[in-house]
């Protein structure tokens, strides 16, 4: 670094006596300098060439002015003094305003962001700002001696003369202090805005330097002086400070405090430095009244290696830079960086007292490493300073010094002239050799290990640059004159000459490769080629493949330079062996193509394969490769590999008439297949079949590139009618397949067969009946009328193919379509027919499960009989082994139960979900008491024992069953009820226990066994005297009037129902008359009449009973009194009391022979069936209560709701079968 005066100004005494100048600023734009000289302000000019001439002297202060300080936007500044005053200056110097304090002015600052300005004196400080009227002053402990704001305007720091540093916020307040041991004379913060905290340095008077954060937390330790600072000024944003005080100096140190050098000296105080804004010129003011501004000049510290440069940054740090890779590594070293040098590893870093050593690793592939190898604890001096693997060599004018790593002196040269230029060009450790040269024009080469230098060269002019080739037989020399000359060292001849060169470098890689500099432009010498320009700034200090590295100014920049130009003037001359070096330099992919082209064309294989793998061009490598295979293996003439090569080239016309020539037809129609120039292709074709293998591969290509009309021409052409149909068929091209179709021979089944097959797949099935009906398919037909949905039509073909198809092809797609348009029942019996039990026992249960899931319970109740009349029919037909018989019933008798529970909580779940039911409430109490005594502790799946309690509950309470409606509601308690029926069930509750505890008579169920009155709720749905089972009208769900009888031994079921058949007494009396008595609270009815002796009831009031009949003895003889164990008994019956009976009165169930069974079972076979199978006899004791049971589900019904519900719902009511 130089110091560089750019003007001064010496105030002149007055008196005897000289004016200090005691502070200066700039304005922000560097325009102008303003100076407190004396009682006045002295405003220079700080620009352009009228920079130092004084612009006003302004008069407005009546004592010595101590400070100015102007505004960040530059509209006004600001002057205080001893005469207590502070006055506000526009830029044209006008006095604006003052305002006035009780001591004199110590020190002024203007906010950075809200233009307010801080004055402190020696008892407060002001604020005043311009949108303020008067000016906010707070009093001080201490004389305060300096002032500064931080960048953001938040807050003022405060130095006092008593060594106290104060930061006040911008209201004024105290926020914390420091303290130090004397007056705090200057402090300032640092303008750098990257910071990631505001820094405040601080001057002493005693003889210190310190930092602290805003936190007041200080910053490493105290750095000494050695005098007393009068001022601290931060210099290029933030990353050096200005020092000047009573050591007569403004020194320049780093932003951590250490010291670099020495700006300027003077004869007295420094009192105040600042920086120009934004450039490297400052201004200062001293005791004795010089203003003076200074320009600093940084010179450039660096060092060059191949592409390793190292070079010094802000002073104190050494950077080093990769230049091909852009790595970088730092190095702080803390202290003035004077000299850099650096060779191969080893890194000499030149400090005032100390030579620094470093040795750098590369072994990560990321980042770049560094240790200290060495120290050298002495202060040396010198002009130039390099570095060799274990010395470093000092030059001082003509003398070189070398030393060793450990500072010991090992040999020195003094040479005949000043040295101009000094370089390391390698050799071994310890060994290296160095290329000097000097003013005189004399290049010589030195060892490090040898005293006596070696001549080279001797040139006219002083040796500006050089540089030895990477052989070290060329030497390349830059003279003063510009001239650039290259010398052979192997015999002294000068090889090349040129002109207006500053600099010069060989490149490090190529031999007969040098590029030079000069005139703004970039000179490239390739061997005996003519030089090669391109525009360039700067120098050229380094050469290495396709980089140069050029220095412009201070910044060091890599060039990329394409050696096209040199590779293309290596081809012209074929000299393909040059060309590739020159291309491994750095070249485009274009220049490697044309290498490789022209190689390949000449038929120089190896540099042809070099290149293309270059440029990973894959094809050209397995095409080289074939080749060298061809030529090794087979011997193939030279003219095959040069017809491939003018395919590959694109000459396609040439390559196939070689091939045609050379007799190699089938590599021409491969070429021009591979082309898809199919034209060109067939022309060559010597016969049919390979034309018909052409037309093939041209039909897959066409697929492959979506051109499918064609492709299916082409295969029709080629004969392939299956590929062409299948094409045509994929695409819907209808009208151009019946075509097909049509022309096609019959023997052409499978092709035909295909065709129909999309016509079928497109729903066009007249053309596919077409296509069948033309090779009598029959089979296929008939599936094209079930795809058709034509069933009739697909009935009448499977009977007239009988044997020949399965009827499981038309049944079953039947049932599916019948199962999709809700014809279940119908569905079902086609999944029979077409043989599949099981899926049409699948569908019944899933339409069963569906019916729960979805609270239809009518619908679920009736697939439930469904499924439990089809495990019926298995048993039934028989085949089954015992464990599947036994499974089979099982189902049946559960899936029986099912359909009856669900079928009565239909009812009941209407009743509780629907407002408006039509079953009458009578009708709903039943069924709710039969649903409460079947369902047992589990529930089946989507029914709810709450709803039946609750809906038996409120039917109670409606018929007047006070005993059961209060049973009902108790039993509600256990349950979770819905919160909106909680209260409504709490007060039913209650009011029905108002209510008697007694059930209305006429609900009570007698028994028509026994004649027993029970009770309207038990455990299970019979009599609880006689236990005889209630027989239910599955209407109302009241029982019926029917007595359960079995036929005495040795009565069969044949027997018996041929005396019923005989037996003449068939119907109703027409003149019976019904009488009713009452007696001793018992009501009795009778029949009254002529002939009396065949009815089941007489005519006695009193025995309510006619004794003649055999069965009604039989009644009448049971007693139930007394007996301890209970077990059902059923009433027996002989072929007397038979006779006596009336065949309308009997009623007789039987799963087997019924009406509604198809398949009819011996006696023999009834026997052995289970229990719950075999015919089970029924007496109507009331015959004037007509009964209907239902041949198909056994059940019964009074015959009027029978006939109703029938009517209106077209069948059973329980299962729907219809009956004659």
């Given at each position: ?8 100004d ?17 304005r ?6 303003i ?49 207590k005053?502070?006055i506000?200056?526009t ?7 003052k ?7 110590q020190?002024?600052?203007?906010n950075p962001?809200?233009?307010q ?9 002001g604020?005043w700002?311009p949108?303020q009227?008067?000016v906010?002053k707070?009093?001080v402990?201490s ?16 130095g006092?003369?008593?060594g ?14 420091m ?19 505001d820094?405040?340095?601080v001057g002493?008077?005693?003889q210190t ?5 805003l936190?007041?937390?200080?910053i490493?330790?105290?750095r000494?002086l050695?005098?007393?600072?009068c ?6 944003n933030?990353?050096?400070l200005l020092?000047?005080?009573s ?13 670099l ?6 004869d007295d105080?420094v ?9 490297n ?7 004795d009244?010089l203003i003076?501004?200074?320009q ?5 510290v660096h ?5 390793q ?20 590594l ?9 000299k ?7 890194l000499?870093?030149?400090?005032p007292?100390?030579?620094?050593v470093?040795e750098?690793?590369y072994?990560?592939?990321y980042e ?6 060495e ?7 010198c ?10 060599v ?5 003398k ?7 500072g ?26 160095l290329?000097?040269g ?6 010589s ?11 080279l060269?001797k ?18 020399v830059?003279?003063?004159n ?8 192997d015999n ?10 500053n ?9 007969d ?26 120098f ?5 493949g ?6 412009h100014f201070?910044a060091?920049?890599t ?7 040199s590779l293309?003037?290596y081809?012209?001359k074929?000299d ?12 485009t ?5 044309m ?6 064309t000449?038929l120089?294989f190896p540099?042809?394969?070099?290149a ?9 490598i397995?095409?080289l490769?074939?080749?060298?295979l061809?030529?090794k ?6 003219r095959v590999f040069?017809?491939?090569?003018l ?10 008439a ?8 089938k590599k021409a ?9 199919w034209t060109?292709?067939?022309?060559i074709?010597?016969?049919d079949e390979?034309?018909?293998d052409?037309?093939r ?10 051109a ?9 052409a080629a004969?392939?009618?299956i590929?062409a149909?299948?094409?045509m ?17 019959k023997?052409?089944?499978?092709a ?5 097959k999309?016509?079928?797949k ?10 069948y009906?033309?090779?009598?398919d029959m089979k ?13 039509e ?10 020949l ?12 379509w ?10 079902q019996?086609?999944?029979k ?5 099981k899926?049409?026992?699948?569908m019944?249960?899933?339409l ?6 979805e ?14 009349a ?7 037909e ?9 499974e ?6 559960l899936?029986?139960?099912k359909?009856e ?10 009743y ?12 709903l ?7 409460l005594?079947?369902?047992?502790a589990v529930?089946?799946?989507?029914m ?6 609750l809906a038996l ?5 409606e ?23 909680i209260?409504?069930?709490?007060m ?11 059930d209305?008579?006429?609900l ?13 709720l ?7 005297q006689?236990?005889?089972?209630f ?30 058949n ?22 009795t009815?009778?029949?009254t009449?002529?002939?009396?002796s ?13 004794l ?8 009448m ?9 209970k077990?059902?008994?059923?009433v ?15 009623f007789?169930?039987?799963w087997?022979n019924n ?5 009819k079972?011996?006696e023999e076979?009834e026997?052995?069936?289970?229990q719950?199978?075999r ?8 015959p ?7 041949a198909?589900?056994?059940?019964f019904f009074?015959e009027?709701?029978y ?18």
């Amino acid at each position: 670094m130089k110091t560089v005066t750019s003007w001064q100004d010496r105030i002149p005494e007055h008196n005897g006596g000289k004016f200090a100048v005691h502070d200066v600023a700039f304005r922000p734009d560097g325009t102008q300098l303003i100076a407190a000289v004396g009682v006045r302000v002295l405003v220079y000019a700080a620009a352009d060439s009228s920079a130092g001439d004084p612009i006003h002297s302004l008069k407005g202060h009546k004592d010595t002015v101590y400070c100015v300080a102007y505004s960040k936007d530059g509209k006004r500044f600001a002057s205080g003094g001893a005469d207590k005053m502070v006055i506000i200056w526009t830029p044209k110097a006008e006095g604006i305003l003052k305002y006035q304090h009780s001591d004199s002015i110590q020190s002024l600052a203007y906010n950075p962001v809200t233009q307010q300005l801080a004055s402190v004196t020696a008892s407060d400080f002001g604020l005043w700002s311009p949108e303020q009227k008067s000016v906010s002053k707070h009093k001080v402990a201490s004389k305060v001696l300096s002032c500064a704001w931080t960048n953001d305007g938040q807050h003022l720091a405060l130095g006092y003369f008593s060594g106290t540093i104060s930061i006040r916020t911008k209201a004024g307040d105290e926020k914390l202090s420091m303290k130090r041991a004397a007056p705090v004379w200057t402090l300032t913060w640092n303008p750098s805005r990257e910071e990631a905290f505001d820094i405040l340095a601080v001057g002493c008077w005693d003889q210190t330097l310190s930092f602290y954060h805003l936190s007041s937390k200080q910053i490493g330790r105290d750095r000494h002086l050695g005098f007393d600072p009068c001022c601290v000024s931060y210099f290029s944003n933030g990353e050096y400070l200005l020092i000047g005080g009573s050591d007569k100096k403004v020194s320049l140190w780093t932003k951590e405090g250490v010291r670099l050098s020495t700006i300027t000296e003077v004869d007295d105080w420094v009192w105040s430095v600042k920086q120009r804004p934004k450039l490297n010129f400052i201004a200062m003011g001293t005791n004795d009244g010089l203003i003076a501004m200074y320009q600093l000049v940084f010179s450039t510290v660096h060092g060059l290696y191949q592409d390793q440069y190292a070079y010094r940054d802000y002073m104190t740090d050494v950077v080093i830079q990769q230049l091909v890779t852009d790595k970088r590594l730092k190095i702080r070293c803390k202290d003035y960086v004077k000299k850099i040098a650096i060779y191969r590893d080893r890194l000499a870093v030149q400090l005032p007292d100390k030579v620094m050593v470093y040795e750098l690793c590369y072994d990560d592939a990321y980042e770049m490493k560094h240790k200290l190898k060495e120290r050298i604890g002495k202060k040396l001096d010198c002009n130039l300073l390099v570095v060799t693997s274990m010395h470093i060599v000092l030059c001082l004018d003509k003398k070189l010094i070398l030393y060793n790593f450990a500072g010991h002196w090992q040999r020195e040269w003094v040479l005949e002239s000043g040295i101009r230029y000094i370089k390391v060009v390698g050799g071994p450790v310890e060994c290296e050799a160095l290329l000097v040269g000097l003013r005189n024009g004399t290049v010589s080469k030195i060892f490090i290990d040898n005293t006596f230098p070696i001549h080279l060269v001797k040139l006219e002019s002083p040796v500006r640059c050089l540089d030895l080739s990477a052989s070290r037989n060329k030497l390349a020399v830059v003279d003063e004159n510009q001239n650039c000359v290259v010398y052979s060292l192997d015999n002294k001849e000068l090889l090349f000459q040129e002109t207006n060169a500053n600099s010069i470098a060989w490149n490090s890689e190529y031999e007969d490769m040098l590029c030079f500099s000069g005139n703004s432009f970039l000179n490239i010498k390739t061997g005996t080629f003519p030089v090669h320009q391109q525009k360039l700034q700067g120098f050229v200090v380094g050469f290495k493949g396709s980089k140069i590295f050029c220095l412009h100014f201070v910044a060091m920049h890599t060039i990329d330079v394409p050696q096209s130009a040199s590779l293309y003037r290596y081809l012209e001359k074929k000299d393909f062996t040059s060309a590739y070096q020159i291309a491994c330099l750095g070249v485009t992919e274009n220049d490697w193509r044309m290498l490789a082209m022209q190689a390949l064309t000449d038929l120089n294989f190896p540099i042809a394969r070099r290149a293309f793998i270059r440029i990973r061009d894959v094809r050209y490598i397995e095409f080289l490769d074939q080749i060298a295979l061809d030529r090794k293996c087979l011997g193939t003439d030279d003219r095959v590999f040069l017809a491939e090569i003018l395919a590959y080239q694109g000459k396609y016309e040439e390559a196939a008439a070689l091939f045609v020539k050379i007799g190699q037809e089938k590599k021409a129609i491969e070429m021009y297949a591979d082309l898809k120039m199919w034209t060109k292709a067939k022309e060559i074709c010597p016969n049919d079949e390979n034309l018909k293998d052409l037309i093939r591969r041209q039909a897959r290509w066409a697929e492959e590139t979506g051109a499918q009309r064609d492709a299916a021409a082409l295969w029709l052409a080629a004969g392939d009618h299956i590929k062409a149909i299948t094409l045509m068929g994929d695409n819907g091209w209808l009208t151009r397949l019946i075509e097909v179709c049509r022309s096609l021979q019959k023997s052409d089944v499978a092709a035909i067969q295909l065709c129909g097959k999309y016509f079928r797949k497109h729903n066009v099935h007249a053309y596919g009946k077409e296509a069948y009906e033309k090779i009598g398919d029959m089979k296929s037909l008939m599936q094209l009328h079930v795809e058709m949905q034509k069933w009739d039509e697909a009935f009448r073909l499977l009977n007239a193919a009988q044997g020949l198809t399965n009827v499981a092809d038309v049944f079953l797609p039947y049932a599916e379509w019948l199962a999709l348009n809700d014809k279940f029942d119908e569905a079902q019996e086609a999944y029979k027919k077409a043989q599949r039990p099981k899926e049409a026992l699948r569908m019944v249960e899933q339409l069963a499960h569906n019916g729960v899931i979805e609270r239809r319970f009518d619908s679920a109740s009736y697939y439930f009989w469904k499924l439990a009349a089809e495990n019926l029919r298995l048993v039934t037909e028989g085949g089954l082994s015992q464990a599947e018989h036994s499974e089979r019933l099982e189902k049946f008798k559960l899936c029986r139960h099912k359909a009856e529970l669900y079928y009565a909580y239909s009812f009941v779940h209407k009743y509780n979900d629907v407002p408006f039911c039509e079953t009458s409430p009578l009708n709903l109490f039943h069924m709710s008491r039969w649903l409460l005594t079947e369902i047992g502790a589990v529930c089946p799946y989507g029914m709810s024992k709450l709803n039946v309690i609750l809906a038996l509950a409120k039917l109670s309470k409606e018929l007047d069953a006070n005993k059961l409606a209060r049973t009902a509601y108790e039993r509600l308690q256990k349950y979770v009820v819905p919160k909106h029926l909680i209260d409504q069930l709490d007060m039913a509750a209650i009011q029905i226990r108002s209510k008697p505890f007694t059930d209305k008579e006429d609900l009570l169920p007698m028994c028509y066994r026994c004649s027993f009155t029970n009770p309207l709720l038990a455990d299970r749905d019979c009599c609880t005297q006689c236990l005889h089972p209630f027989v239910r009208s599955y209407c109302s769900y009241n029982h019926l009037p029917l007595v359960h009888f079995v036929l005495a031994p040795g009565v069969s079921h044949a027997e018996a129902m041929s005396i019923l058949n005989s037996n003449t007494r068939v119907g109703r009396r027409k003149d019976l008359d019904w009488k009713e008595h009452q007696a001793d609270g018992v009501q009795t009815l009778t029949f009254t009449g002529n002939d009396t002796s065949h009815d089941v009831l007489g005519g006695d009031a009193e025995a309510g009973m006619n004794l003649n009949d055999p069965f009604t003895r039989q009644l009448m003889s049971l007693d139930f009194h007394g007996a301890t164990d209970k077990q059902y008994a059923p009433v027996v019956v002989d072929r007397d009391t038979l006779k006596m009976m009336k065949k309308d009165d009997v009623f007789i169930m039987s799963w087997t022979n019924n009406p509604g069974s198809k398949h009819k079972v011996t006696e023999e076979q009834e026997a052995r069936l289970s229990q719950d199978l075999r015919v089970t006899y029924f007496r109507n004791v009331i015959p004037d209560l007509p009964v209907v049971l239902c041949a198909s589900c056994n059940h019964f019904f009074h015959e009027d709701d029978y006939e109703y519900e029938y009517l209106k719902a077209g069948g059973c009511p329980f299962c729907g079968a219809k009956h004659s």
